[in-house]
């Protein structure tokens, strides 16, 4: 009975001391060339602990080198389902478009014997597409005349010629006009940019004049719609700064009532309508 309890025993221990480093190995990576594991026995202890042990198998001994591969094998990438479409690339936003303003100054010629007037104005607002604006703008256009005549002869008086001169009256006139306007870029991208647009709106004239031979004081104040037409060309500046000329048209028609001293009412009517040309900047934010 002793000795058969002993040859079991025996073999026993071997397959111990065989499955610990097997097991080792597959939960580990395999050690580097030339380095004994520390778990592993001699090989003459194992030959004595089993002596009629019989040598393993190719399928026994493989079977730890393949746990090992599907362990740290290479990573299989995840199945594509033939379903879903894949597409990699850049997200598509929504396009951010500017508020533009400009600035600018010139000057007006009207129709008939008035004299020129001098324009400066803002106009401003978002850009709905690249190529199309929405806005409002206010100008202020100013002119002014003066009638003289000569009182003497003239005379010279340290190298500059003096004309005594008399002013017998003078006169100004204040345009405000107050616009919603469309504007058109055709192309929004070149050297050289052409636009041209359009406004609507009321406009008030205030005119002022004063005789001084007679001492009569003139004031009165006009209202009505007007209308502005233009087209013009941008150069770009740095960033979204452009610097900008145009030729424009407008026209309008302004009204006031009038009471004369015998109480009859009656209307008084000014037709503005000429050419003129604008020079500014432009810029977006």
């Given at each position: 009975?002793?000795?058969?309890?002993?040859?079991?025993?025996?073999?026993?221990?071997?397959?111990?001391?065989?499955?610990?480093?097997?097991?080792?190995?597959?939960?580990?990576?395999?050690?580097?060339?030339?380095?004994?594991?520390?778990?592993?026995?001699?090989?003459?202890?194992?030959?004595?602990?089993?002596?009629?042990?019989?040598?393993?198998?190719?399928?026994?001994?493989?079977?730890?080198?393949?746990?090992?591969?599907?362990?740290?094998?290479?990573?299989?990438?995840?199945?594509?389902?033939?379903?879903?479409?894949?597409?990699?690339?850049?997200?598509?936003?929504?396009?951010?478009?500017?508020?533009?303003?400009?600035?600018?100054?010139?000057?007006?010629?009207?129709?008939?014997?008035?004299?020129?007037?001098?324009?400066?104005?803002?106009?401003?607002?978002?850009?709905?597409?690249?190529?199309?604006?929405?806005?409002?703008?206010?100008?202020?256009?100013?002119?002014?005349?003066?009638?003289?005549?000569?009182?003497?002869?003239?005379?010279?008086?340290?190298?500059?010629?003096?004309?005594?001169?008399?002013?017998?009256?003078?006169?100004?006139?204040?345009?405000?006009?107050?616009?919603?306007?469309?504007?058109?870029?055709?192309?929004?991208?070149?050297?050289?940019?052409?636009?041209?647009?359009?406004?609507?709106?009321?406009q008030l004239l205030f005119l002022n004049a004063e005789d001084f031979q007679t001492g009569v004081d003139y004031e009165a104040?006009?209202?009505?719609?007007?209308?502005?037409?233009?087209?013009?060309?941008?150069?770009?500046?740095?960033?979204?700064?452009?610097?900008?000329?145009?030729?424009?048209?407008?026209?309008?028609?302004?009204?006031?009532?009038?009471?004369?001293?015998?109480?009859?009412?009656?209307?008084?009517?000014?037709?503005?309508?000429?050419?003129?040309?604008?020079?500014?900047?432009?810029?977006?934010?």
């Amino acid at each position: 009975m002793t000795r058969r309890i002993v040859p079991v025993a025996a073999l026993a221990l071997g397959l111990a001391a065989i499955a610990l480093p097997a097991s080792r190995a597959a939960a580990e990576p395999p050690a580097a060339s030339g380095k004994a594991s520390a778990f592993a026995l001699p090989s003459p202890a194992v030959e004595a602990l089993m002596p009629e042990a019989t040598p393993m198998t190719p399928a026994f001994a493989a079977a730890p080198v393949a746990s090992a591969a599907l362990v740290y094998g290479p990573a299989r990438s995840v199945p594509r389902s033939e379903a879903v479409r894949y597409r990699r690339g850049p997200s598509r936003r929504a396009p951010a478009y500017s508020s533009p303003a400009q600035i600018h100054a010139g000057f007006f010629e009207p129709e008939g014997d008035a004299s020129s007037f001098f324009v400066v104005g803002l106009r401003g607002g978002p850009e709905v597409s690249p190529n199309l604006q929405l806005g409002v703008g206010i100008e202020w256009w100013h002119n002014s005349d003066k009638t003289r005549t000569v009182t003497g002869d003239p005379y010279t008086q340290g190298g500059t010629t003096i004309t005594p001169e008399r002013v017998l009256s003078r006169a100004s006139a204040d345009v405000l006009p107050f616009t919603g306007f469309v504007q058109v870029t055709p192309v929004s991208d070149g050297p050289v940019i052409p636009y041209f647009g359009g406004s609507f709106g009321y406009q008030l004239l205030f005119l002022n004049a004063e005789d001084f031979q007679t001492g009569v004081d003139y004031e009165a104040t006009f209202g009505g719609w007007g209308w502005n037409l233009w087209g013009g060309v941008a150069l770009p500046l740095s960033g979204q700064s452009r610097l900008t000329g145009e030729v424009f048209a407008a026209g309008s028609e302004m009204e006031r009532d009038v009471v004369d001293p015998l109480g009859f009412e009656y209307r008084e009517r000014v037709d503005l309508e000429g050419v003129g040309m604008r020079f500014g900047l432009s810029w977006g934010f």
